[in-house]
């Protein structure tokens, strides 16, 4: 059974510094990784995704490494800014019939202040 | 365009009774998934659906129940209301599974009381 943790659970910082979340995963069978920010009693919006043919992606100040033989991927946020409050969840999606199926980590709650 | 549609946003439920909820997903989607978000045991994947079949189900009770519609719209259906059932419920659509990932929406909010 595919289990996602995410470190740290939270995290405050001061606006600008350059900061990283770290998703680990049990099983390296993965079909790719998502991360997404969720903002407080809303839905999820996606970041970025990585296949898992990739090693990372990048979109603005954000870049997402994958390392699947180590089960690992990172989340890099580049000079953070107070809009960037939110928490941030990293999901893994498997192959074969786990259609539709992604496996979330419980998620970092990260604030940044002005 | 559009992005992905859930109806009601809230909803507040007395214990015993039934809900329906609704997913209208982005234009050209035929894949819909539903989860169950609750603080203690975070998002948990309930089923999915593609061309009115259900493909994935998670771990859940047999109260909770779902189907697609032929224009990919999708409803969810919980019978006989529990206290624990009390989360946000959020579905997300795709147009080619896993190679692109999925948008979620905004979710229902069901209080049971």
């Known amino acids: 059974k595919q289990e996602v943790t995410q470190i740290p659970a939270a995290l405050s910082v001061p606006e600008g510094e350059n900061l990283v979340l770290n998703c680990s995963f049990t099983?390296?069978?993965?079909?790719?990784l998502q991360w997404f920010r969720q903002d407080p009693g809303k839905g999820l919006t996606s970041l970025l995704l990585?296949?898992?043919?990739?090693r990372e992606q990048t979109s603005g100040r954000l870049n997402a490494s994958l390392d699947k033989s180590s089960g690992r991927s990172t989340l890099y946020i580049a000079a953070s800014q107070p809009g960037d409050s939110a928490t941030y969840l990293c999901?893994?999606?498997?192959?074969?019939?786990?259609?539709?199926?992604?496996?979330f980590g419980q998620g970092t709650i990260l604030t940044v202040h002005p | 365009k559009a992005g992905v549609t859930q109806t009601p946003r809230y909803l507040i439920k007395t214990r015993g009774q039934q809900v329906t909820l609704s997913c209208s997903p982005i234009?050209?989607?035929?894949?819909v998934s539903w989860y169950q978000q609750t603080p203690g045991q975070g998002l948990q994947f309930l089923f999915e659906?593609?061309?009115?079949?259900?493909?994935n189900k998670g771990n859940f009770p047999g109260r909770f129940s779902g189907r697609q519609f032929s224009n990919s719209r999708s409803e969810m259906n919980v019978s006989t209301l529990e206290l624990g059932d009390s989360a946000l419920y959020l579905c997300?659509?795709?147009?080619?599974?896993?190679?692109?990932?999925?948008?979620f929406g905004s979710g229902t909010r069901l209080t049971v009381v």
């Open positions: 997300a659509s795709s147009f080619a599974d896993r190679e692109v990932g999925y948008t």
């Open positions: 099983d390296s069978a993965i079909y790719n």
């Open positions: 990585i296949q898992s043919s990739q």
């Open positions: 999901a893994v999606g498997a192959g074969g019939t786990s259609y539709g199926k992604l496996t």
């Open positions: 234009s050209g989607h035929r894949s």
């Open positions: 659906y593609f061309s009115e079949t259900q493909r």
